[in-house]
């Protein structure tokens, strides 16, 4: 292994980068609106605003929570994923790429979460071994 470059430590970088930064910068704000009462929301692919909302804060708080502590972290970055690519696609598809590139840049970290796992350094590499 090339001493300048260790998976474990980049799937451990990018866990807690794109993780953490989901989950308090999107998720626990939509989490915060949805305990409100405040339903309102965009609907991009036509579930209603409330489904939406619900299944934003689903993948922005509960899954990036996941992805944070590396459990389950190929399948909580899917649902991260499926939401930036609504989100860029979709919902902000006229915008100009500067609007939508924060979601590009996410949706891209995801896949890459996707192809790296939790590595070494994850909930699931420990649960793994006992």
């Known amino acids: 292994m090339n001493k300048f470059y260790n998976p474990d ?3 451990f970088l990018l866990r807690i980068c794109f993780g953490g930064i989901m989950l308090l910068n999107h998720g626990w704000g939509k989490f915060q609106k949805l305990t409100s009462g405040d339903l309102a929301f965009a ?15 689903f993948a922005e708080l509960v ?16 649902p991260l994923l499926i939401t930036m690519a ?3 696609f ?6 100009p790429l500067v609007d939508k590139e924060p ?4 949706m891209l970290g995801y896949l890459a979460i996707i192809f790296l796992g939790g590595g070494k350094y ?9």
Do not use: N, W
């Open 63 to 78: 899954c990036a929570g996941f992805v944070l502590l590396g459990l389950f972290t190929r399948v909580a970055a899917l």
């Open 43 to 57: 609907d991009p692919i036509g579930l209603g605003p409330e489904l939406s909302l619900y299944l934003t804060v």
């Open 9 to 11: 430590i980049v799937a």
């Open 103 to 106: 979601a590009l840049i996410y």
């Open 90 to 95: 979709v919902q902000h598809s006229a915008d």
């Open 86 to 88: 609504v989100a860029f």
């Open 122 to 130: 994850s909930l699931d590499r420990m649960f793994r071994e006992k």
